[in-house]
């Protein structure tokens, strides 16, 4: 079991900077592939980013590529998302998501713990 608890939203200017951590709860947190989602209001749950449980595979949705960062440190149980050069359409909860079966994926069926999320908003 592994429980994931998400932070760092908040209300940021476009063109600004957030890191959000994502502290996991549980002794196996370093053998899972962990990545991030994202949800807009009336919008579906979005890939975000993804790493390997060793931290040496990464995968990134296309729309975030060259802003977004991920990052774990598994010694402090925790995964981070780095966002760079905010812009008002990345506003959205952001959710950190284990998968204890597998490796890293777009797929949100492919995670089975998940956070509560963090809001972010971004103003214009």
């Known amino acids: 079991q592994v429980q994931l608890v998400e932070s760092g939203g908040g209300l940021v200017q476009s063109g600004g900077s957030l890191r959000l951590p994502c502290a996991a709860a549980g002794r196996t947190f370093s053998s899972y592939a962990m990545a991030w989602f994202r949800q807009a209001p009336g919008n579906e749950r979005e890939f975000v980013a993804a790493?390997?449980?060793?931290?040496?595979?990464?995968y990134y949705a296309d729309s975030v590529k060259g802003c977004f960062t991920i990052s774990r440190d598994n010694a402090k149980n925790t995964m981070y998302l780095q966002i760079n050069r905010l812009k008002p359409e990345d506003t959205a909860a952001y959710y950190c998501a284990a998968n204890s079966k597998g490796g890293i994926s777009y797929r949100t069926y492919a995670y089975n713990y998940w956070g509560q999320g963090t809001q972010v908003t971004i103003s214009s």
């Open positions: 790493m390997s449980w060793s931290g040496s595979n990464t």
